[in-house]
C-alpha cells in the first residue's frame, strides 16, 4: 500500500458525460501528480499541483481540468467524454515539487460507453 | 530534449533463470533514476530508485540496478526470477531540478515455468 487513495476504482459512464476522479496524498506529501495510462499511449504524464498550485502541465486535454484542494486532496475533472477517454488515471504524490521519489494510487478505471 | 528508452517491449524468461531488464535515458544532468513495477490491474509499485553514490542499488523482491553513466543506462536485473515476478517494468528518470518524471514505454515480464 503506498498510502495514495484513489476513488473510484472502476467507472462506467456514457459518452458526452462529466465524471471525477478524487486522490488523497500520502500524508505528508504536498505534491499530486495525475497520469492517464491506456493501451496506445502508454503512461502519460497529465498535470501536477504542489500545495494547491498548479506546477506542471503535460498532454492534458482541455476537456480535462483538476484541482489540489487546501486540505492537499486532488480531483480530476473529465467533460465531454469520448471513447478515446478510456484508460486507467492514476495519482501519484510526493513530498517536495522536484528531486523526490513519486508514489503511486492504484488507479481509477475509466470506462467510457 | 529528456527521454527514456526500454528498448525490449515483451521478454520470456523461464522461472529461475536470471533477468536483465534495459533502460537507457537522455537527460542534461545527473538524473534520479527509479524503476517501477505493475501487476495487472494494480498500480505502479516503486522497485528502487538511485539519486546518487553507490552506483548499485538494492531494491525490493531481490532486485537490483546498476547507473552506467558512461552508458546513459540504469538496468535492472534479478538473479533468479520468480513467476510472481510477472508484470509490467517501468523505467523512469526524474529531473533533480525540475519537476517531470519521464517513464519509459514499459517492459512486459512474462515468467514460463
Known amino acids: 500500500d503506498s498510502g495514495v487513495t484513489q476513488t473510484p476504482k472502476h467507472l462506467i459512464t456514457a459518452t458526452g458525460q462529466r465524471v471525477t476522479l478524487r486522490c488523497s496524498p500520502r500524508?505528508?506529501?504536498?505534491?499530486v501528480y495525475w497520469y492517464q495510462q491506456s493501451l496506445d499511449q502508454g503512461l502519460q504524464f497529465l498535470i501536477q499541483?504542489?500545495?494547491?498550485?498548479?506546477?506542471a502541465k503535460g498532454n492534458i486535454l482541455e476537456r480535462f481540468s483538476a484541482q489540489q484542494f487546501p486540505d492537499l486532496h486532488s480531483e480530476l475533472n473529465l467533460s465531454s467524454l469520448e471513447l478515446g477517454d478510456s484508460a486507467l488515471y492514476f495519482c501519484?504524490?510526493?513530498?517536495?515539487?522536484?528531486?523526490?521519489?513519486?508514489?503511486f494510487g492504484e488507479g481509477s478505471w475509466l470506462t467510457v460507453v | 530534449a529528456q527521454s527514456v528508452t526500454q528498448p525490449d517491449i515483451h521478454i520470456t524468461v523461464s522461472e529461475g533463470a536470471s533477468l536483465e531488464l534495459r533502460c537507457n535515458y537522455s537527460?542534461?544532468?545527473?538524473?534520479?533514476l527509479f524503476w517501477y513495477v505493475q501487476s495487472p490491474g494494480q498500480g505502479l509499485q516503486l522497485l528502487l530508485k538511485?539519486?546518487?553514490?553507490?552506483?548499485l542499488v538494492q531494491g525490493i523482491k531481490g532486485f537490483e540496478a546498476e547507473f552506467k553513466r558512461s552508458q546513459s543506462s540504469f538496468n535492472l536485473r534479478k538473479p533468479s526470477v520468480h513467476w510472481s515476478d510477472a508484470a509490467e517494468y517501468f523505467c523512469?528518470?526524474?529531473?533533480?531540478?525540475?519537476?517531470?518524471?519521464?517513464f519509459g514505454t514499459g517492459t512486459s515480464l512474462t515468467v514460463i515455468p
Open positions: 501519484a504524490s510526493s513530498v517536495e515539487y522536484s528531486g523526490n521519489t513519486i508514489y
Open positions: 500524508s505528508g506529501d504536498l505534491s
Open positions: 499541483y504542489y500545495n494547491g498550485e498548479e506546477r
Open positions: 537527460y542534461g544532468a545527473t538524473p534520479y
Open positions: 538511485y539519486f546518487s553514490g553507490d552506483t
Open positions: 523512469a528518470v526524474g529531473e533533480n531540478t525540475g519537476n517531470q518524471f519521464y
